[in-house]
């Protein structure tokens, strides 16, 4: 039986890339909805948009005239949808044929996520054929392993599970009350995904890949505000004081705030030295001692990543197979 899915694009300034977010979103089948909402662009994203409606009636276009985050703009778009499914699609990235309904096969699922292959822009061209044949093999992701997932450490390899890109059932977002945290301007998938694993959740994973993302230097993750991330280590500490917890949840949680908390110090720092000058900041530092290791540490890394060569925006620097990689190893073993 087919399902309908609404599939929710926040675009902004995506004029290049919207048409082909929207296409690829209108060619499944499984889609009932498409709704793109333009946050505030500047340039002709909504017009853009429109150029790809295949006249089915299917798309909604909705514009915000001033910029209001990815979180406001999904929840705007959850509210006036009515599709029992729902999808995220980043303005820059595309669904690969038959994605929806090799998710929508599987069964006993709240959220639901595939692999992903990031690429960059030359690669996306017909991109579909290139795609490795991965066996679907799901498994379950707890909330620990997710959590633990979006911790980065040096010299190991993050799991960035928080890139995957999940179907969620509009049923279980509404008995919890869930939504996007409209303060969050990052880490606001994360943070979702997480409350809704503290409410019991059935996150299924699968390894066959549907999302094509585009590897971007200029991306917007990577331009975020120091506040930005003294949000996120707050909403990690909201979820600790609003859910009872497992001893050990709770505990991987506490390490994410304060890997999150340390990189807010390091970079509030930065800005206090450039903005106000180094006795400012050394008196920052006077007055949080607990921020030193944490301030020391990242100015000790950024010392060292200027002898490296630049990374790409992506889990995994391109270089792979036809200019691609994966999110996600063929098994759970990571062989493959």
Known sequence: MTTDVCVIIAAKNAKATIARAVASALAEPESAEVVVIDDGSTDHTEAAARSADDLSGRLTIVRFEGNRGPSAARNHAISISRSPVLAILDADDFFLPGRLGRLLAEDDWDFIADNIAFMDEAAATDVARKIADFEPRPSFLGLIDFVEGNISRRGAKRGEVGFLKPLMRRDFLEKHRLSYRETLRLGEDYDLYLRALAKGARYKVIRSCGYAAIVRSNSLSGSHRTEDLKRLYEADRMILTTNTLEREAAAAIRRHERHIKGRYQHRHFLDLKRECGALAAVGYLL??????????????????????????????????????????????????
Request: hydrophobic content about 40%; proline content about 10%.
């Open 287 to 336: 007055q949080r001692p607990n921020a030193l290791p944490a301030v020391t540490i990242g100015i000790l890394s950024d010392k060292t990543e200027r002898f490296k060569q630049p990374r790409a925006d992506a889990p995994a620097a391109l270089g792979g197979a036809g200019g691609l990689r994966y999110l996600l190893p063929a098994t759970a073993d990571g062989r493959g």
